[in-house]
Nanobody, 116 residues
Framework: QVQLVESGGGLVQAGGSLRLSCAAS????????MGWFRQAPGKQRELVAT???????GYEDSVKGRFTISRDHAKNTVYLQMNSLKPEDTAVYYC??????????WGQGTQVTVSS
């Protein structure tokens, strides 16, 4: 059974940084396009960053230039480096496959709170 475990969230002031990690068990990440999603209170979950098996990355406009997604195949882990954080980045962050039809069960997510 695949299990996704997100970690690294916390409370940070605007302008600060955090590095999120997503570790997977029961599946090998390397063949999957993976993404980081976030869900703010009262809003739908949105995809903010993606990384393909070949390393190509993509970002939602609001995080371009501030967030960097990466992966470590040996550790079966995906990361999200978040810099210049803004209050509007406050959300629970999740990782999962990009393709909706192939999604795993969602993990518990990690809370990111950015104070102004």
């Amino acid at each position: 059974q695949v299990q996704l475990v997100e970690s690294g969230g916390g409370l940070v002031q605007a302008g600060g940084s955090l590095r999120l990690s997503c570790a997977a068990s029961g599946i090998i990440f390397s063949v999957s396009a993976m993404g980081w999603f976030r869900q703010a209170p009262g809003k739908q979950r949105e995809l903010v960053a993606t990384i393909r098996s070949d390393g190509n990355t993509g970002y939602e406009d609001s995080v371009k230039g501030r967030f960097t997604i990466s992966r470590d195949h040996a550790k079966n882990t995906v990361y999200l480096q978040m810099n210049s954080l803004k209050p509007e980045d406050t959300a629970v962050y999740y990782c999962n496959r990009v393709a909706a039809i192939a999604r795993f069960s969602w993990g518990q997510g990690t809370q990111v709170t950015v104070s102004s």
